[in-house]
């Protein structure tokens, strides 16, 4: 027997959403990103002033593509629930937060994208 | 009571600045920066899957000096980013709410964050041949 009231039930939004999960995923990739970030530094430090050929090397390293992937999956997530947040508590229009949210998911998902394929042409040889 | 009367809660603006409060928010600000740092990440890895011109006029950028700046404020933000995320994860835990512990480890993550971006960017000169 539900205690919500029938309002509440077609909006299909309970008393807090889904902030538990949001909450959660936020930590568990800011977790996995103190030591890809610490990684990411320190190994990219490497190329300050780099040519091409440098890079190449870098970038084509097996291991170091792994790394790379799991880095960009756990930015871009991070970054994405972060930002929401943001938009959340300073946007106030509805108009306004739904456009705002919208472009700033699809710009997330297609830097994520970019960030993906870069990292695997090097990884797999092209 | 008239209610048009009644005493408002004073406006963010009113309050002293704190060292919590001000970190706090630094961590949201650094947060954005962040965010648009991997837009930056994005252009220097496609640059590189695009071919040697694109990928050194990247570096070019990256190298000039308002490249560097940007990439100096990336770096500290990245850091103190960091640092406070683990405080935040020791409140998730349960740890450190008392006033001077908090005060304590402010401090100690802005002092780290300051350390590390010094340290990762004599790091940097190093690599490239200038320090």
Known sequence: ?126 | MDSRQRPLSPHLGIYRPQITSVLSILHRLTGVALAFGAVLLTYWLSAGAYGPEAFARAQEFMGSWFGRSILLGLTFSLFYHLCNGIRHLAWDAGWGFELPTLRATGWIVLIASVILTGVTWVLAYKAAGIL
């Not at chain 1, 919500?4 to 807090?16: D, E, F, M, Y």
């Not at chain 1, 889904?18 to 990219?44: E, I, K, M, N, Y």
Request: hydrophobic share 55%.
């Open chain 1, 1 to 126: 027997m539900s205690m919500r009231t029938p309002l509440n039930r077609a909006r299909g939004s309970g008393s807090t959403k889904d902030g538990t999960g949001h909450w959660w995923a936020q930590r568990l990739t800011g977790v996995a990103l103190v030591p890809l970030t610490l990684w990411f530094v320190f190994s990219v430090i490497s190329l300050a002033g780099a040519d091409y050929a440098a890079f190449k090397a870098w970038a084509g390293d097996y291991g170091r593509a792994v790394l790379l992937i799991l880095l960009i999956i756990a930015i871009f997530h991070h970054a994405q629930l972060g930002l929401q947040v943001v938009i959340e508590d300073y946007v106030h229009k509805e108009a306004t937060k739904v456009v705002m949210m919208v472009v700033m998911k699809f710009a997330v998902y297609l830097c994520a994208a970019g960030c993906l394929v870069a990292v695997l042409k090097f990884a797999l040889g092209s």
